[in-house]
């Protein structure tokens, strides 16, 4: 049974990454931070309790600001696999807090890699790296596209990445990075655009809300569906050798174009109700991210099969069914 280790498994890409391996008999371990109320909504499909007697999901308190917890998990899990995906990953966000996203995203990755250098080869190690590094770098972005970070997120992550890139030819480790474009899915938090924007159009759909404030409008971003690109993390770590890989869907599309297909989703105009809200706007724009997922095709053998808008769809009938359950009194997901 291979045994894999999973940072930020209470995310998005966390749960959908736990599900896809428990689904392949991996017994998985997640790093989990304490915090007065529990945040493991997103695993309920696969929540087990530690009594059972196949106990293979196992979660265990952890930070990445910590590295005595870090390399206190890896010598107790001891991995086959490990999926970096933890991070303060809100972009806007990181202007705000940018030390502390510097220590979770960066020095967060620096203690993984410190902790598993004592376990060897025997680790395979998956870098959650991001299309944000890309920044101001004219689109369409592939794996020779150089860097031009526009956040202190971004900054980070290519920290994290091209310290990844030193430890797999310095310490000859199974290092592969993910240079993952916007994915997103019902699970995606509401502090971002998709989600925002969904969620906004179900309420306002019931009466719950009157309007909905966002920032630009006209800045395009390359959306796919997260379940989908978990698969190619997995594929990545089964390959003979590290490399790294863009996963996108070869798709642009602006935040208006996100407006249209979920508010039309629900026989809504947009434009009455969407107002700009300065506070939104980022220091540093980045315009355009369309990412070039050759490589992944060629080399996994993978490809996107939820379409754009398939995508939001998808988003806008699960936060309408949310809201119906609020209204209708009963427990609605997160």
Not at 14 to 39: I, P, Q, T
Request: proline letters at 5%; charged letters at 25%; one cysteine or more.
């Amino acid at each position: 049974m291979k045994r894999a280790l999973i940072t930020g498994i209470t995310g998005q890409d966390g749960s959908y990454l736990a599900e896809l391996l428990l689904a392949k008999g991996y017994e998985v371990y997640g790093m989990v931070r304490r915090s007065s109320s529990f945040n493991t909504e997103r695993l309920d499909t696969v929540y087990q309790d530690p009594q059972v007697a196949d106990y293979r999901l196992r979660l265990v308190y952890g930070d990445l600001d910590d590295a005595s917890s870090v390399n206190r998990i890896v010598q107790m899990a001891r991995p086959d696999e490990l999926y970096n995906l933890g991070a303060q990953s809100h972009v806007r966000v990181s202007f705000d807090v940018p030390e502390y996203t510097a220590q979770t995203v960066a020095f967060g990755t620096l203690r993984l890699l410190e902790a598993i250098r004592e376990l060897g080869p025997k680790c395979r190690f998956y870098q959650a790296s991001s299309s944000e590094m890309y920044g101001a770098a004219a689109p369409p972005q592939n794996e020779a596209t150089p860097f031009l970070p526009r956040s202190p997120y971004a900054c980070a992550k290519v920290f994290a990445h091209q310290l990844c890139q030193n430890y797999r030819e310095a310490y000859g480790l199974f290092i592969s990075c993910g240079i993952l474009f916007n994915h997103e899915s019902p699970r995606r938090g509401i502090p971002f655009v998709t989600r925002k924007i969904t969620r906004a159009a179900a309420r306002i759909r019931h009466g719950l809300d009157k309007k909905l404030y966002l920032g630009n409008l006209d800045a395009r971003r390359d959306w796919g569906f997260a379940g989908d690109y978990v698969e190619a993390m997995w594929l990545m770590l089964q390959q003979d050798r590290p490399d790294d890989y863009v996963i996108a869907t070869g798709e642009s599309h602006t935040v208006r174009e996100v407006l249209d297909v979920a508010f039309g989703t629900l026989g809504l105009d947009w434009q009455s109700h969407v107002e700009l809200d300065p506070r939104y706007l980022r220091p540093t724009e980045v315009d355009h991210l369309r990412g070039d997922a050759s490589r992944a095709g060629e080399k996994l053998g993978w490809k996107p099969k939820v379409t754009f808008k398939d995508l939001i769809t998808m988003m806008v009938q699960a936060d309408d069914a949310d809201v119906r359950a609020t209204i209708q009194g009963r427990n609605p997901r997160t």
